[in-house]
């Protein structure tokens, strides 16, 4: 029963990881545009 328990949690602690690891891939790439755009207005 606990090992069950253990395994759904490690199980969770996994998914949220990626998904917190994908979100910040977005706010990477987000902040990699934005910035990129920046400076390329800045020169122009």
Same mark, same amino acid.
Not at 10 to 29: A, C, F, G, P, T
């Given at each position: 029963?606990?090992? @069950? #328990?253990?395994?759904?949690?490690?199980?969770?602690? /996994? /998914? #949220?990881?990626? @998904?917190?690891? %994908? @979100?910040?891939?977005?706010? !990477?790439? #987000? $902040?990699?545009? %934005? $910035?990129?755009?920046?400076? $390329? !207005?800045? !020169? %122009?």
């Amino acid at each position: 029963m606990l090992s @069950i #328990l253990v395994d759904k949690t490690v199980d969770n602690y /996994n /998914n #949220l990881s990626i @998904i917190i690891h %994908n @979100i910040v891939q977005m706010l !990477y790439i #987000l $902040v990699d545009v %934005n $910035v990129d755009k920046f400076f $390329v !207005y800045d !020169y %122009n």
